[in-house]
């Protein structure tokens, strides 16, 4: 009769050490995800506001090497 007793306190104890585990690792997935997305939307930001000017300088090279050719 003991026996799914201790199968049962193994499984607790295995849930308790997985909730430990959890607990100690989602905060770092979560800032890792966190920093990602931050890089994500910082590198479309600087996309934004440099697409202009670097078409211009793009185009200018581009006339540059049509004169040349």
Do not use: C, T
């Not at 994500?40 to 050719?69: C, N, P, S, T």
């Amino acid at each position: 009769m003991s026996e799914p007793n201790s199968s049962r306190n193994s499984d607790v104890a295995g849930q308790n050490k997985l909730k430990k585990m959890l607990k100690m690792a989602l905060p770092h997935v979560g800032l890792a995800v966190f920093l990602f997305l931050y890089l994500l939307i910082g590198a479309y930001a600087f996309y934004l506001q440099e697409y202009d000017a670097d078409k211009i300088l793009q185009e200018a090279k581009l006339e540059v090497i049509r004169k040349v050719l």
